[in-house]
């Protein structure tokens, strides 16, 4: 089975605040995603990831940046935490080539204060 | 503009009965569908997929349908069970190769 870790299920940060969120995939995909989901907008492709030290924006970048300096390691960045970036945060991979099935974390809840 | 939605925001069924769960989509050229299912406080679950040489699938329980005349995509869940109860999202294969993700129904299983 695939399996993709986020390392934070529960994180509580306040305004300001530099926040990371890591995410780890066993199954050697090439693709690695970062979502974020809120009630009424269903998820959002913040960032995704083709290769080791690629990264490309998704649909809702701003504040947020990116790391994937290991093939199975995805790091997600928030360089000054805002309140409105209290949502579920949902790490994904996927293998070959872009529109194959994407596989999900058990997502990350952040609250910032 | 490319868009994926479900017809109703929330479904109810009775333990045993068959549940359908519905979903649009406006992109045409998509060629690649999934449902996933989300339970609280859960990461979304891969459960089928369909690709649009096909219009019908079965897995284990689930059966998905492909209409794409109407650009329509159904998951069928038979003998609906407690442990079914969560949200079901349909995404779509879009040019570019992002997956676009449908809002959700929520589906209630009563016992």
């Known amino acids: 089975d695939v399996k993709v870790t986020q390392s934070s299920r529960y994180l509580v940060k306040r305004t300001g605040e530099k926040v990371f969120l890591e995410c780890v995939q066993d199954?050697?995909?090439?693709?690695m995603f970062w979502y974020r989901q809120d009630p009424g907008l269903g998820l959002r492709l913040i960032y995704f990831?083709?290769?080791?030290?690629?990264?490309e924006k998704g649909d809702i970048p701003e504040g947020y940046s990116v790391s994937r300096e290991k093939k199975e390691r995805f790091s997600l960045i928030l360089e000054s935490a805002s309140t409105n970036q209290t949502s579920m945060y949902l790490c994904?991979?996927?293998?070959?080539?872009?529109?194959?099935?994407?596989?999900f974390g058990e997502g990350s809840w952040l609250t910032v204060v | 503009g490319e868009s994926v939605g479900l017809h109703l925001p929330t479904l109810s069924v009775q333990e045993g009965d068959n549940s359908i769960i519905n979903c649009a989509y406006s992109n045409s050229a998509s060629d690649y569908f999934i449902w996933y299912k989300q339970e609280s406080g859960k990461g979304p679950q891969f459960i089928i997929d369909i690709r649009s040489n096909m219009d019908k699938r079965q897995g284990q329980r689930v059966t998905v349908l492909l209409n794409k005349t109407v650009k329509h995509l159904s998951l069928q869940i038979a003998a609906t069970q407690p442990g079914d109860s969560a949200v079901y999202f349909c995404?779509?294969?879009?040019?570019?190769?992002?997956?676009?993700f449908g809002q959700g129904t929520e589906l209630s299983v009563k016992p």
């Open positions: 990831s083709y290769d080791v030290k690629m990264k």
């Open positions: 994904a991979s996927s293998f070959g080539t872009a529109g194959n099935t994407i596989y």
């Open positions: 199954m050697d995909h090439e693709n």
């Open positions: 995404a779509e294969n879009s040019q570019g190769g992002k997956l676009i």
